[in-house]
């Protein structure tokens, strides 16, 4: 028995090790492996499925991997391992590895890949240039939703498809423009579809759905063109858009001076309910329509967000609580504490939105708990408790400050989320190297107070025409003293910025134009002005010795 336990974990460990990939090695290494479960692990980590640490035990994430290998290949999905699912798995392998490899992905074009999956809500909480489980699948579930061929390998076609948005049969004809249309329409009746970006995703899809549901349509999550002109139509009822609509048997009327008192009551009890309303100061606005809607949908009654007297009547005597993660007064909370320990959790709306997920997950992560990105009772409790400060470059608030300042002051910095990408990077190196400082591309608060501090505004053509004006006196010849940055220019500021011992950029900047008003440097070819300068030092020096 303990040699066959012995003989059991070296097998573990062997699998546990690197396969290697190439065509022949990939396929007899699979042949040789033996069925277990270890070997079920290996060859779906290896396809790119999460399958957990290569132990031999069968928990969550093995079966989830299964399940998501079943639905991808049209299997029915029991999440259960069996000789005949590792067969269609070492076939699965074979194949992948018998096609000529494609060129290797850069860690640029995998990390702009990532930031483009998570602005469109699938699940990639770092965005680090490299393909991990978890950008693999979250490509596949990409990849299945714009109905491209499912592999989870990052590729310029899949960057390109991304640019562009979902295909034509994935929005039913809507452009890009028409379905940012939509995106804001949705928005502007509390559903939340994420980013006005004009490309269909996965909260773009629930967003639909869960409109679709409420207009008592077939909950499909198509962006059509039938959806928008069905929202556009709505939107001209009366009924709808009225401030402090009650419902036309509701004795309530928004003229009363009670009005206000009996709205603030209404949100109160949907509050104690844990629904998020926003303030409880009697106004119907978004937020409360989403606390309606989400309280009649867990209610089992008709669905339109609009309060009302027998609505009223229907919360009182009831004994529903909100227990998901959409206008969840525990996920304000939760957001609420997380963001005064320095997370960057998004809109503070009582709702898991991807960023507050990537929020949580750190939160867990750095307090040693299961990083699921769920939020619960215990979860409030542990973060109440604790004092756990974010000092990562994931979901920061440092981060996302120095973000929201770059991009004021017209820096590329990428999505503005809390997190350190390679784009924030550059962004940072860009603004130390104007601003004369260090290049370290670290984020801390020694530079966000230097950007705070430093001039919001950008170069104009008056102020390149003064740097081009003052480099001349200095005999640098910037060329036409014409306010255009040209090749003359930027040629004369690296001499400049070489003579003065700055960072050599060639790029015009309010620094380098402060440091010109308050320098003496000038061009070593000025040598008539240098000698004058020379010779009066000279006549001081023999003036005090004399």
Same mark, same amino acid.
């Given at each position: 028995?303990?040699?066959?336990?012995?003989?059991?974990?070296?097998?573990?460990?062997?699998?546990?090790?690197?396969?290697?990939?190439?065509?022949?090695?990939?396929?007899?290494?699979?042949?040789?492996?033996?069925?277990?479960?270890?070997?079920?692990?290996?060859?779906?980590?290896?396809?790119?499925?999460?399958?957990?640490?290569?132990?031999?035990?069968?928990?969550?994430?093995?079966?989830?991997?299964?399940?998501?290998?079943?639905?991808?290949?049209?299997?029915?999905?029991?999440?259960?391992?069996?000789?005949?699912?590792?067969?269609?798995?070492?076939?699965?392998?074979?194949?992948?590895?018998?096609?000529?490899?494609?060129?290797?992905?850069?860690?640029?074009?995998?990390?702009?890949?990532?930031?483009?999956?998570?602005?469109?809500?699938?699940?990639?909480?770092?965005?680090?240039?490299?393909?991990?489980?978890?950008?693999?699948?979250?490509?596949?579930?990409?990849?299945?939703?714009?109905?491209?061929?499912?592999?989870?390998?990052?590729?310029?076609?899949?960057?390109?498809?991304?640019?562009?948005?979902?295909?034509?049969?994935?929005?039913?004809?809507?452009?890009?423009?028409?379905?940012?249309?939509?995106?804001?329409?949705?928005?502007?009746?509390?559903?939340?579809?994420?980013?006005?970006?004009?490309?269909?995703?996965?909260?773009?899809?629930?967003?639909?759905?869960?409109?679709?549901?409420?207009?008592?349509?077939?909950?499909?999550?198509?962006?059509?063109?039938?959806?928008?002109?069905?929202?556009?139509?709505?939107?001209?009822?009366?009924?709808?858009?009225?401030?402090?609509?009650?419902?036309?048997?509701?004795?309530?009327?928004?003229?009363?001076?009670?009005?206000?008192?009996?709205?603030?009551?209404?949100?109160?009890?949907?509050?104690?309910?844990?629904?998020? =309303?926003?303030?409880? #100061? *009697?106004?119907? &606005?978004?937020? /409360?329509?989403? +606390?309606?809607?989400?309280? $009649? !949908?867990? @209610? %089992?009654?008709?669905?339109?967000?609009?309060?009302?007297?027998?609505?009223?009547?229907?919360?009182?005597?009831?004994?529903?609580?909100?227990?998901?993660?959409?206008?969840?007064?525990?996920?304000?909370?939760?957001?609420?504490?997380?963001?005064?320990?320095?997370?960057? =959790?998004?809109?503070? #709306? *009582?709702?898991? &939105?991807?960023? /507050?997920?990537? +929020?949580?997950?750190?939160? $867990? !992560?750095? @307090? %040693?708990?299961?990083?699921?990105?769920?939020?619960?009772?215990?979860?409030?409790?542990?973060?109440?408790?604790?004092?756990?400060?974010?000092?990562?470059?994931?979901?920061?608030?440092?981060?996302?400050?120095?973000?929201?300042?770059?991009?004021?002051?017209?820096?590329?910095?990428?999505?503005? #989320? *809390?997190?350190? &990408?390679?784009? /924030?990077?550059? +962004?940072?190196?860009?603004? $130390?190297?104007? @601003? %004369?400082?260090?290049?370290?591309?670290?984020?801390?608060?020694?530079?966000?107070?230097?950007?705070?501090?430093?001039?919001?505004?950008?170069?104009?053509?008056?102020?390149?025409?003064?740097?081009?004006?003052?480099?001349?006196?200095?005999?640098?010849?910037?060329?036409?003293?014409?306010?255009?940055?040209?090749?003359?220019?930027?040629?004369?500021?690296? +001499?400049?910025?070489?003579?003065?011992?700055?960072?050599?950029?060639?790029?015009?900047?309010?620094?380098?134009?402060?440091?010109?008003?308050?320098?003496?440097?000038?061009?070593?070819?000025?040598?008539?002005?240098?000698?004058?300068?020379?010779?009066?030092?000279?006549?001081?020096?023999?003036?005090?010795?004399?």
């Amino acid at each position: 028995m303990i040699r066959q336990r012995l003989l059991a974990s070296a097998v573990v460990l062997a699998l546990a090790s690197p396969l290697a990939v190439t065509v022949v090695q990939a396929q007899s290494t699979i042949q040789t492996m033996p069925y277990s479960v270890a070997s079920v692990q290996r060859v779906l980590n290896d396809l790119g499925y999460a399958a957990g640490p290569v132990d031999g035990l069968m928990g969550g994430k093995t079966r989830g991997a299964i399940r998501a290998y079943q639905i991808d290949n049209g299997l029915p999905s029991s999440g259960e391992p069996s000789l005949t699912l590792y067969e269609h798995l070492q076939d699965s392998y074979a194949k992948r590895y018998a096609r000529p490899a494609a060129p290797a992905a850069s860690t640029q074009m995998v990390a702009e890949i990532q930031g483009l999956l998570r602005q469109r809500g699938y699940d990639v909480p770092e965005l680090t240039g490299t393909v991990d489980a978890k950008t693999a699948a979250a490509i596949r579930s990409y990849q299945a939703d714009a109905r491209l061929p499912v592999d989870g390998v990052p590729s310029s076609t899949l960057l390109a498809n991304l640019k562009i948005g979902t295909s034509p049969a994935a929005s039913a004809g809507l452009t890009r423009a028409q379905v940012a249309q939509l995106q804001a329409e949705l928005s502007e009746r509390g559903y939340d579809p994420g980013p006005r970006d004009g490309i269909v995703g996965p909260k773009v899809r629930t967003a639909i759905r869960t409109y679709q549901a409420d207009a008592g349509l077939a909950p499909t999550g198509e962006a059509t063109t039938s959806l928008l002109a069905h929202i556009q139509n709505a939107a001209t009822d009366p009924d709808d858009d009225a401030p402090g609509h009650i419902g036309a048997n509701d004795p309530w009327d928004d003229r009363d001076a009670n009005f206000d008192q009996a709205m603030a009551r209404f949100e109160g009890e949907l509050q104690r309910r844990l629904y998020y =309303v926003g303030e409880v #100061d *009697g106004e119907i &606005d978004d937020q /409360t329509r989403a +606390a309606i809607r989400a309280y $009649q !949908r867990d @209610a %089992g009654l008709p669905v339109d967000g609009k309060p009302t007297a027998e609505l009223a009547r229907h919360l009182r005597d009831s004994s529903i609580r909100n227990r998901s993660e959409t206008t969840s007064l525990l996920v304000w909370e939760i957001e609420n504490e997380l963001a005064s320990r320095d997370f960057f =959790v998004g809109p503070i #709306d *009582g709702t898991v &939105d991807a960023q /507050t997920r990537t +929020a949580i997950k750190i939160y $867990q !992560r750095i @307090a %040693g708990l299961d990083h699921n990105g769920k939020a619960s009772y215990p979860l409030l409790q542990h973060i109440e408790r604790s004092n756990l400060r974010n000092t990562s470059e994931t979901a920061s608030v440092l981060v996302w400050q120095i973000e929201d300042a770059l991009a004021e002051r017209d820096y590329a910095t990428g999505p503005v #989320d *809390g997190t350190m &990408d390679a784009k /924030t990077r550059e +962004a940072v190196r860009l603004y $130390q190297v104007d @601003a %004369g400082l260090p290049t370290t591309g670290k984020a801390d608060k020694a530079l966000l107070a230097h950007i705070e501090q430093s001039d919001p505004r950008q170069v104009s053509q008056r102020d390149i025409r003064e740097i081009e004006r003052r480099l001349n006196r200095r005999a640098y010849r910037p060329g036409p003293v014409d306010g255009v940055a040209d090749t003359q220019t930027a040629s004369a500021i690296r +001499a400049y910025q070489t003579d003065a011992d700055l960072p050599v950029t060639g790029r015009p900047t309010m620094a380098l134009l402060e440091h010109l008003r308050n320098s003496n440097v000038r061009s070593a070819s000025d040598e008539d002005v240098n000698d004058a300068i020379r010779r009066l030092i000279d006549s001081f020096v023999q003036a005090e010795g004399g």
